[in-house]
């Protein structure tokens, strides 16, 4: 089991505000992916979570993900940011929220001699 996935994300960065409007942290994150995502990885799966914990600690969560296709695929998720007392939070939209679907998040997978070859970025919508 993965037990890093219990550990609460706003454990990992504590009253830091990020805003994917910066640049710097718009980069940072992507950086973060392309290293996260450097080895081969033998199910998507497993990559989805390197994905998941990178962009937890920026306060955004992404939802459960079904691979359909094993061999291959693209996948497309918005990223919803919701601004609530001065901090961002990510994907948590309570009634009445101001919602923003500014930036997506594109999750690339393809089998290649037994492996998984993994992409990720953030870009704008």
Excluded at 92 to 121: M, Q, R
Aim: glycine share 4%; net charge negative; charged share 30%.
């Amino acid at each position: 089991g993965d037990w890093s996935s219990n550990v609460c994300s706003s454990d990992l960065v504590e009253a830091t505000k990020f805003d994917l409007k910066d640049e710097s942290t718009f980069n940072e994150i992507n950086k973060n992916l392309d290293t996260v995502l450097a080895p081969a990885f033998s199910n998507p799966g497993e990559a989805f979570n390197k994905v998941r914990k990178v962009l937890a600690m920026y306060r955004i969560e992404l939802p459960d993900q079904e691979f359909e296709d094993d061999k291959k695929g693209s996948i497309e998720i918005p990223i919803t940011q919701k601004e609530t007392s001065g901090e961002n939070y990510y994907n948590v939209t309570p009634p009445n929220a101001e919602i923003t679907k500014d930036h997506k998040l594109i999750f690339n997978y393809n089998l290649k001699s037994g492996v998984y070859e993994v992409s990720a970025v953030i870009e704008e919508i």
